[in-house]
């Protein structure tokens, strides 16, 4: 009994702490059960021999020990696809914020080698943190047994809705894409054109609105934006209530269903006319000194100017590849819809 | 232990698992301590290792489909399970399902 005895010890270490007197008591009841059935059939009390034989036939402490450990897994098979299309998605993202902010900063800095072997460098680091961190979310959300609600588009690749072997996940992106929008959905767009627009009519008089609590720093920096901004302000607000009047009168004659690829492509060229106001700045001076003869920070001034330029520089290149590749699409679809008319 | 046997006992065992839920609660309609269960099930040739049948008799508990009561019996305590009123309802879902892939196999045999 001594060696069951250790042998259930030895058990109970591996066990989770609050269900360790519990499992012990059953597994003890169990295997002396076991033991005496082996006893009578013998006639006789086992020899230590046969003892020791007998429970290293029962399996090794930590194993036995871990068939009681609730989750055997860090991300299980039922959050697993979410994870890897959520990693596949944060590492793709990841890589290219980190591509835009580096060209940026390495731009903005004046070009060098250097500079530039060092940030691909740094890039497989990045990259590893970001999993690191995605993992971690998945964890936690295992171990709290948190279920994730299917995005649609994925639940397509994942769930019930999938057409077994007929569409790719690609596909099924566009048909989502192509779905018609609900009158619910439309009206939302409504609602929400409405609050952005009231948000950006009250940033000049509340800048933490935009800002947050960075908004104090307006105050305190020897720095002031430069008259630009008013302009390209203004644009951003005609944009916004564009758009809003679009959804309206979209909503009042009933053509909320369709995909609207010419409106998206309007908003984007649409989009280009304030990000060519300031970079159309002159001097390039976005950013001014509130009192202009202070030489002291006129070396930070011209370092400051130049990187918010290069990023709007980014940014519009951004833009506009953007409306290339949709109008080349577009333009491609027109000519196969001319074609298959023939 | 060459490709194809070890093929072979990890497709028995994907096999088996379903089954040994099934034959636990099949013979858990009458209550039954771990190691009685055991002896029952082997006798009916279901053997399974006690390594396998103890945390699963846990799982089944905690998922609602056991009850358990210590007691004791033979001058020990002892935990006995049996099938609870939710486990009974899916033991008979799962009969059925078990019945339905059976004639399907025998079918296309």
Not at chain 1, 89 to 117: H, R
Not at chain 1, 224 to 248: G, N, R
Not at chain 2, 70 to 82: C, I, P, S
């Amino acid at each position: 009994m001594e060696l069951l005895d250790r042998y259930l010890q030895a058990i109970r270490r591996h066990l989770p702490w609050r269900r360790q007197d519990d499992i012990i008591a059953e597994l003890r009841a169990n295997l002396e059960a076991q033991l005496e059935d082996k006893q009578t059939e013998l006639g006789r009390k086992l020899t230590d021999a046969e003892m020791e034989a007998w429970v290293k036939q029962l399996g090794s402490p930590l194993q036995v020990a871990a068939r009681y450990q609730p989750q055997q897994y860090l991300i299980g098979p039922a959050l697993f696809p979410t994870y890897r299309f959520v990693l596949r998605l944060a590492f793709g993202w990841c890589a290219v914020i980190y591509t835009i902010a580096k060209t940026v900063e390495i731009v903005a800095n004046g070009l060098s080698l250097e500079a530039w072997v060092g940030a691909l460098a740094q890039l497989p680091w990045v990259l590893f943190i970001n999993a690191a961190v995605v993992t971690l979310i998945f964890a936690i959300l295992e171990r709290s047994g948190v279920k994730l609600p299917e995005p649609s588009a994925q639940g397509a690749a994942m769930g019930t809705d999938w057409p077994q072997g007929v569409v790719s996940p690609f596909d099924a992106r566009l048909d989502e894409r192509k779905k018609p929008k609900t009158y619910a959905q439309a009206v939302i767009e409504v609602i929400a054109g409405w609050i952005v627009l009231g948000w950006l009519l009250l940033v000049p008089h509340y800048p933490f609105l935009l800002m947050g609590p960075g908004a104090i720093y307006l105050k305190v920096t020897p720095f002031q934006l430069a008259p630009v901004w008013w302009t390209f302000y203004w644009c951003v607000v005609v944009l916004s209530a564009l758009e809003l009047a679009w959804h309206i009168v979209d909503l009042l004659r009933d053509r909320w269903q369709g995909p609207h690829r010419v409106q998206h492509l309007v908003k984007l060229v649409l989009g280009l006319v304030p990000l060519l106001v300031v970079l159309a700045a002159p001097g390039r001076a976005l950013v001014v000194l509130k009192n202009p003869t202070d030489a002291a920070h006129v070396a930070l001034l011209a370092q400051i100017n130049n990187g918010i330029y290069r990023g709007f520089e980014v940014i519009a290149a951004i833009v506009f590849l953007q409306l290339v590749w949709m109008a080349g699409r577009m333009s491609l679809e027109a000519y196969r819809r001319r074609l298959a008319a023939q | 232990m060459t490709l194809a046997e070890n093929l072979f006992e990890n497709l028995r065992l994907e096999l088996r698992r379903g089954c040994l839920t099934l034959a636990v609660l099949a013979q858990l309609r009458q209550e039954h301590y771990g190691y009685t269960l055991r002896k029952a099930l082997a006798a009916r040739g279901m053997e399974i290792d006690e390594n396998t049948l103890y945390p699963l008799l846990r799982r089944l508990e905690a998922q609602g489909l056991l009850t358990s009561e210590w007691r004791e019996e033979d001058k020990r305590n002892k935990r006995f399970y049996r099938l609870s009123t939710d486990g009974k309802e899916i033991f008979t879902r799962l009969l059925k399902e078990w019945n339905d892939i059976n004639t399907a196999i025998t079918n296309l045999l």
